[in-house]
């Protein structure tokens, strides 16, 4: 049986549907149970009780992470992603050893990289990490801290870097692109000729339900992407084909963004919308024979074509 962290966000509800359509055995692991199928834990951390949340569980995934929170005093922030994603990663796999479960798929993140790759230069596994803000770094330590619990009890360790993940019911800076896009707002990202990796949730969660069983899997890590990076501006116009409408693209010169980003506080934020981001996905095809089973069209119209929530 497979146990998933996170069960009710994002990537987790996603995950535990596709494992039950599969027909794999699977417990929802959540904060607070509201349907029979899920089991309640306590909050995540350094002395989480995971007992009787994996009892006879063979593999986790663990999908649950504190991330970005508005409105949160920096040393809080600190101090929640250390303990959460640092912390409590660290207790769930050496609870997870000690009660017999073999293998930890645990979902990372490209941050752990940085906030942008060299220009036209895709990250490969070679690359040393160097996360840029503390979110990333508590993704960088829970790795290391995975690594160290294997080493010590031989569990399995599996860890998949993704970069940004869209799909039904995706929010923030995607979902407002989109909305942007769809009521035919002018758009300044036509001079922008960077290269962005993304990732549709179903082949994140195809990508995750395969570690989960693969032998080959075991002991390595994943980039994991679409196949197909976009610029900024390429992105928009797939958007706007997906959705049946016409993008109003400007070419608007990235030193005036930059500009822009100085003059209003955003600098972080424009540096992201004109920077590279991208990884090599070649290991994990070569290791796994595994291919993403959307394409970013297909994936794009299965965002636009679902019920708002």
């Given at each position: 049986?497979?146990?998933?962290?996170?069960?009710?966000?994002?990537?987790?509800?996603?995950?535990?549907?596709?494992?039950?359509?599969?027909?794999?055995?699977?417990?929802?692991?959540?904060?607070?149970?509201?349907?029979?199928?899920?089991?309640?834990?306590?909050?995540?951390?350094?002395?989480?009780?995971?007992?009787?949340?994996?009892?006879?569980i063979d593999c986790v995934i663990h999908?649950?992470?504190?991330?970005?929170?508005?409105?949160?005093?920096?040393?809080?922030?600190?101090?929640?992603?250390?303990?959460?994603?640092?912390?409590?990663?660290?207790?769930?796999?050496?609870?997870?050893?000690?009660?017999?479960?073999?293998?930890?798929?645990?979902?990372?993140?490209?941050?752990?990289?940085?906030?942008?790759?060299?220009?036209?230069?895709?990250?490969?596994?070679?690359?040393?990490?160097?996360?840029?803000?503390?979110?990333?770094?508590?993704?960088?330590?829970?790795?290391?801290?995975?690594?160290?619990?294997?080493?010590?009890?031989?569990?399995?360790?599996?860890?998949?870097?993704?970069?940004?993940?869209?799909?039904?019911?995706?929010?923030?800076?995607?979902?407002?692109?989109?909305?942007?896009?769809?009521?035919?707002?002018?758009?300044?990202?036509?001079?922008?000729?960077?290269?962005?990796?993304?990732?549709?949730?179903?082949?994140?969660?195809?990508?995750?339900?395969?570690?989960?069983?693969?032998?080959?899997a075991a002991g390595q890590t994943f980039?994991?992407?679409?196949?197909?990076?976009?610029?900024?501006?390429?992105?928009?116009?797939?958007?706007?084909?997906?959705?049946?409408?016409?993008?109003?693209?400007?070419?608007?010169?990235?030193?005036?963004?930059?500009?822009?980003?100085?003059?209003?506080?955003?600098?972080?934020?424009?540096?992201?919308?004109?920077?590279?981001?991208?990884?090599?996905?070649?290991?994990?095809?070569?290791?796994?024979?595994?291919?993403?089973?959307?394409?970013?069209?297909?994936?794009?119209?299965?965002?636009?074509?679902?019920?708002?929530?």
């Amino acid at each position: 049986m497979i146990a998933v962290t996170g069960a009710n966000g994002f990537v987790g509800r996603a995950l535990i549907e596709q494992l039950r359509a599969d027909g794999v055995p699977v417990r929802a692991l959540v904060r607070h149970a509201t349907h029979p199928q899920e089991v309640s834990v306590d909050a995540i951390g350094p002395h989480t009780d995971w007992t009787s949340a994996l009892d006879g569980i063979d593999c986790v995934i663990h999908c649950a992470a504190h991330v970005h929170q508005m409105g949160r005093a920096p040393q809080d922030a600190d101090d929640r992603y250390l303990q959460i994603n640092t912390q409590g990663t660290a207790r769930l796999a050496a609870e997870a050893a000690r009660l017999g479960v073999r293998r930890l798929v645990f979902v990372s993140s490209v941050k752990v990289m940085g906030e942008a790759s060299p220009p036209g230069v895709p990250w490969r596994l070679s690359d040393t990490p160097h996360p840029e803000d503390a979110y990333g770094r508590s993704k960088w330590a829970a790795e290391q801290a995975l690594w160290a619990v294997s080493s010590q009890t031989g569990l399995e360790v599996v860890i998949v870097r993704p970069p940004l993940v869209y799909g039904p019911g995706v929010r923030a800076n995607f979902r407002s692109l989109m909305r942007w896009v769809q009521r035919g707002w002018p758009l300044p990202v036509g001079a922008i000729h960077n290269q962005r990796s993304l990732v549709a949730l179903d082949n994140l969660v195809s990508l995750l339900a395969l570690c989960a069983r693969a032998p080959r899997a075991a002991g390595q890590t994943f980039f994991v992407s679409d196949g197909h990076d976009l610029s900024t501006g390429d992105l928009a116009r797939a958007i706007a084909r997906a959705s049946g409408r016409r993008a109003l693209i400007l070419p608007v010169p990235p030193a005036w963004l930059r500009l822009a980003g100085r003059m209003t506080g955003r600098s972080a934020a424009i540096d992201r919308l004109l920077g590279d981001l991208q990884v090599d996905i070649g290991h994990t095809i070569e290791r796994l024979d595994w291919r993403p089973v959307l394409t970013v069209e297909q994936a794009l119209r299965k965002v636009v074509q679902a019920p708002k929530a």
